[in-house]
């Protein structure tokens, strides 16, 4: 299975799946930290960082599965819980 994963952070949705046998195609991220992150790991894969943007046809693959994350920053106790 091919997956588009959204709101990608550092690509911990992506390396779950793809240890159970899926493969990344594409990702959306924003954040220049987390999109140089994704590159280092999964150089080759296009990132797009616009979601309002992104369009089917930008993407070269079928897509089987798409995920995608939320903003973790409310909820962890590694912050101020401000997001």
Do not use: Y
């Not at 590159?39 to 369009?55: A, E, N, R, Y």
């Amino acid at each position: 299975m091919r997956i588009l994963d959204l709101f990608s952070g550092i690509g911990g949705f992506s390396l779950g799946l793809e240890k159970a046998g899926m493969k990344t195609v594409a990702f959306c991220e924003k954040d220049k930290f987390c999109q140089k992150v994704l590159k280092k790991h999964w150089s080759g894969i296009p990132i797009f960082d616009d979601i309002t943007k992104l369009k089917g046809e930008m993407i070269n693959e079928t897509i089987d599965l798409v995920c995608g994350g939320f903003p973790c920053q409310p909820f962890s106790v590694a912050g101020k819980r401000k997001g």
